[in-house]
């Protein structure tokens, strides 16, 4: 039996360089052996697809009909589970891979329903529901942590800017923003490294050590002088942000963000975009015990040639979702990684005159993968013209207590809310799908 070594004092010993390179022989062995302590911090990564992607052609074809489109159907390592043709990569996870095949929502309008899949409540009035990740955040982070405990990455805010943030949880759940998403494809190329870097982490060359730890504490005395006679949220977030930036410029584990330190071929294998840099950044945050990360993928909003901009974003997401499973594997990580893959609504089966599907929140897929998660399998079945849910019709609260229970988080669990009355994390209407819980 290894000995167990916790996930901080594993990333100062990688950090410090006294463990070697990730590819020693024992390495794999060690981290699938730590893997296994009941103790171990659970992570969970959403991967959103910003727009409401067709996931007709993707999770849930219908070859043979007039709304099937041109796309083939995949056969996966899973006998009978099959994807769309584009998901070449993915095809190889289907053991892993949980498809949700009756998703059904009551929210068509991209803001709404940008607000309703990622809180799990309908937007009203002055209740300021938080975002997944930080609900999520809150239940698996440590406080004590140097790290972030929920980091958004090239999140696309434009559509509703309250579906993003930490609401009556406050600033401290607040996410950590890393590459400011759009609405379009992803950036690609030199950019990217830029995009992804949390910007001035480093201390000025021409400053001691000393000299920064005194003017941090300068700084901290006079925020606690200045917030005594001010006791507001505006002044607590202000503290609070600049608590954050000073405990990651001193953590170890800001390197995360520094992707240069990965092989070439690694960095082509999760693809040369924001959204495959995303992926692998997610990995390495993973490895550094951030709870919740949050990955985004814009330009599904294909109202007109859709089945180009399909192909060419599902490539995309092919490539870094991919990567990110075998990584994670690999590592011993993907047992206590649960993924969670989906949009604000799909799109509608019938193609319109411009070869576009349109928005469409009657049927449509969501996936779950990794830890927790029993994959291998479709839960729920449209109809053969993909208009309707004929079985496991499934609404956000269900599929939002399913992914609460894979983490062994109590969806129950009441927080206190900015307007004085309890809140539960995940709406009381949910009805877990136990079948899909490993």
């Known amino acids: 039996m290894l000995p167990e070594i916790s996930r901080r004092e ?41 727009g409401g992607p067709a996931t007709i052609d993707m999770w849930d074809l219908k070859p043979g009909h007039e709304n099937g489109g041109p796309f083939k159907e995949l056969s996966t390592d899973v006998p009978g589970l099959k994807l769309g ?9 289907g053991k892993d891979l949980a498809i949700v095949r009756g998703m059904s929502t009551r929210e068509g309008d991209h803001g709404r329903a940008t607000y309703y899949l990622r809180t799990g409540y309908v937007q009203q009035g002055a209740l300021q529901y938080p975002t997944l990740g930080s609900l999520f955040a809150k239940e698996l982070g440590d406080p004590a942590s140097e790290m972030p405990s929920f980091v958004s990455i090239s999140p696309f805010r434009q559509l509703n800017n309250a579906a993003f943030t930490s609401g009556y949880l406050g600033p401290m759940f607040a996410p950590l923003i890393v590459g400011e998403g759009s609405f379009g ?54 503290h609070l942000a600049y608590q954050r930036a000073v405990k990651l410029m001193k953590s170890v584990g800001a390197k995360a963000f520094d992707l240069t330190t990965e092989k070439d071929k690694t960095r082509d294998d999760y693809g040369r975009n924001l959204f495959g840099q995303g992926c692998l950044l997610a990995r390495r945050l993973v490895e550094r015990g951030v709870p919740f990360i949050e990955v985004n993928l814009g330009g599904w909003d294909t109202h007109q040639n859709n089945f180009d901009q399909v192909k060419n974003l599902a490539g995309i997401l092919d490539s870094g979702w991919a990567s ?26 019938k193609i319109n005159g411009g070869r576009g599907r349109d928005h469409f929140p009657n049927a449509w897929s969501a996936v779950l993968a990794g830890g927790g998660i029993k994959g291998g399998q479709a839960y729920g079945k449209t109809s053969a013209d ?53």
């Open 10 to 50: 594993f990333t100062k010993l990688g950090m410090a360089g006294v463990l070697g390179g990730a590819t020693a022989p024992w390495f794999t062995a060690f981290a699938q052996e730590n893997a296994k302590n009941p103790k171990r911090q659970k992570s969970c990564i959403l991967l959103w697809l910003s």
């Open 85 to 93: 043709e584009p998901l070449q990569k993915l095809s190889k996870f």
């Open 185 to 238: 494809p992803p950036p690609s190329g030199s950019m990217v490294d830029e995009l992804l870097k949390v910007q001035d982490l480093d201390r000025p060359k021409d400053i001691e050590e000393s000299q920064a730890t005194g003017r941090f504490d300068l700084l901290k005395d006079l925020q606690n002088q200045f917030g005594s006679d001010r006791p507001n949220l505006v002044v607590q977030s202000q």
């Open 324 to 349: 990110l499973m075998a990584d994670l594997r690999e590592r011993g990580l993907l047992e206590s990684t649960t993924i969670l893959c989906m949009g604000e609504f799909g799109r509608t089966p």
């Open 386 to 438: 993909g208009t309707t849910v004929e079985e496991g019709k499934t609404d956000v609260p269900d599929l939002l207590s399913t992914l609460a229970l894979a983490l062994g988080i109590d969806y129950n669990k009441n927080n206190a809310s900015n307007v004085g009355r309890p809140v539960r994390v995940v709406d009381k209407v949910a009805k877990p799908i136990q079948s899909l819980i490993g």
